[in-house]
């Protein structure tokens, strides 16, 4: 992979992650959802700032990822994107004090092996 294809991973995966963050924070503004309440939550995506915020990240990572695959095997970026867990993870340990149980490390543990196995190019 070379410096510009890692950058467009690099977007991709960030670009989404702030969408998952933005999506988060929009989602604990709307509430639980119901069975009473489903279509005022659904309305009011449209309201939320960072709900449309994180579905404008979403779409810059979707963008990333598409000019991506035009340079890079789907075998080689799909799996590179399950990066995107380990930030996932991350974030919401340190912005909304989620646990992280130990077996839940470890499988991001596994994860981050099987993108390197996958991506790892032999000199």
Request: aromatic share 8%; net charge positive; proline share 3%.
């Amino acid at each position: 992979m070379t410096l510009q294809e890692f950058g467009l991973l690099l977007i991709s995966i960030l670009a989404s992650v702030a969408g998952q963050f933005l999506l988060k924070t929009g989602a604990l503004k709307l509430g639980k959802v119901s069975a009473e309440n489903a279509i005022s939550h659904i309305l009011g995506i449209l309201t939320v700032p960072e709900l449309i915020g994180g579905l404008m990240c979403y779409g810059l990572g979707a963008i990333a990822y598409i000019l991506l695959l035009t340079r890079v095997n789907l075998s080689i970026a799909g799996p590179a994107i399950a990066l995107s867990y380990v930030f996932s993870v991350l974030l919401g340990y340190f912005m909304f004090r989620e646990t992280i149980p130990v077996e839940r490390v470890v499988g991001l543990g596994f994860i981050v092996c099987g993108v390197l196995l996958v991506v790892w190019q032999k000199p």
